[in-house]
């Protein structure tokens, strides 16, 4: 085995831990529910995320195309000759 | 042949659309709720003068039983300037070695070069699940990629999505006096964990990280390097490991505008970490017009091979690279956004569900590079 793929197994590892961790910190914090009567100003349009991310992810596709990272959309972007 | 069978695959995904939107079910047949069909077009220039002009369109479905359909195409033509410099003088000599674009003949570097690219989307979702194909078609490069996603509530307040998505690339680089004009071929693997909680009535927190792993050709074969005093083409790694976890912030402010703020720190196995910081603050300035404020800090370390000069022959471990991106920058990003529902002011019965939407973004780095990007677009829901 390659130490990159070595260390990408590590690097995944470490990652999906950190993941879980704070999925189960999101999860716990805090007791008090919010019931579906009091989502009035959640389900606000201007609250949507998800029409953000559909928003978003052209605008994400030519700034990834200018810089080295990627991702925070929640989803992967389709390939392009952007190299 | 291989040339008829692009062609045959372009001329596919362009008539795509037509043929979607005729096969369209009627509402009473397939108990479809809403349609909604879409217009955008956007216009990038940046401080090299390249340009893209790029237009779009987007069919959608909601359907009974909680199921929805989509189908997004786009056709975008990115437009290289000639290089600005005389014939034969050390800056058209930089200006060729760093291009990334073919360049056959003497003259060609010294012309204008477009290219276009066709892409198509469709996505289906069910419940809390979501499937979908992406293709896309340019000259030298063919992409697809199938994506899906399932998500559930818990404790009524927390939904967890897991998503994942597999891309396959053929890369058939143009003919080009001084590249790596070998055909090749990339693959991408991504997963997703994504947990959104309602905190308060007004607050939403969203929390995910993500992996992605590449293997193939990621290096421009068009681009050249300096090494040693000589010229030789770009050379990356062709395996990269990617991850980054996010944090968001939603907050609903009673003035009827809402505040939102994101923090991403991303790393590779290339030696690349960065960090980005988002601000927005979405607000109804009437009751149909919506604006959007964004704001985007993002800066990055550079690759273990960036180099700005390379000294050794063959450059960092036989790896070298004219990409900018590899390097250590900042950029920051302004924008404005304004969606306005027409039916609600003019109380027209033909404008309901009709709504226009208009963006400009400004963009710069600290490698003296800026960018504009303006769109519009129209949708129409019925």
Known sequence: MSRRTALSFAAARRTALAAALLAGALVSAGCAHVRAYEREYLQDPIMSLADEAKESKDNLHWIEAREGSTGGAGAAGGGCACN | MQLSCSTLRRAAIAAAPALALSAAPSPAAAGIEEHEAAYVFRFFSDSDDVSVVSNGGDYGMTLSGNAAFDLEWKRETVIVPGVDAVPGTTEAADAITAASRPIVGANAAFEEFRKSRNELEGGVRWKGLTGGYYVSSEPDYF??????SASRV?????????????????????????????????????????????????TEVQAGAELTHVEGLQHNPYRNVYVDGGRIPELHPDSRSRRNAFLKVNQYLMNRSAARVSYMLYDDDWGVSSQTVNASLHQYVTEPVRVRYHYRYYTQNAADFWRDEYTEAGGVGGLRTGDYRLSAFSAHLLGARMTWDLGRPFGVEALNGVRLSFEYERYFNTHNFSANLFESGITFTF
């Open chain 2, 143 to 148: 992409a697809q990629q199938v994506s899906g």
């Open chain 2, 154 to 202: 818990f404790f009524d307040d927390v939904t967890l999505s897991i998503g994942g998505a597999y891309g396959w690339d053929r890369i058939e680089p143009l003919a080009d006096d001084d590249g790596l004009a070998a055909e090749d071929s990339k693959s991408t693997r991504h997963v997703n964990v994504i947990a959104t909680r309602a905190f308060t009535p007004t």
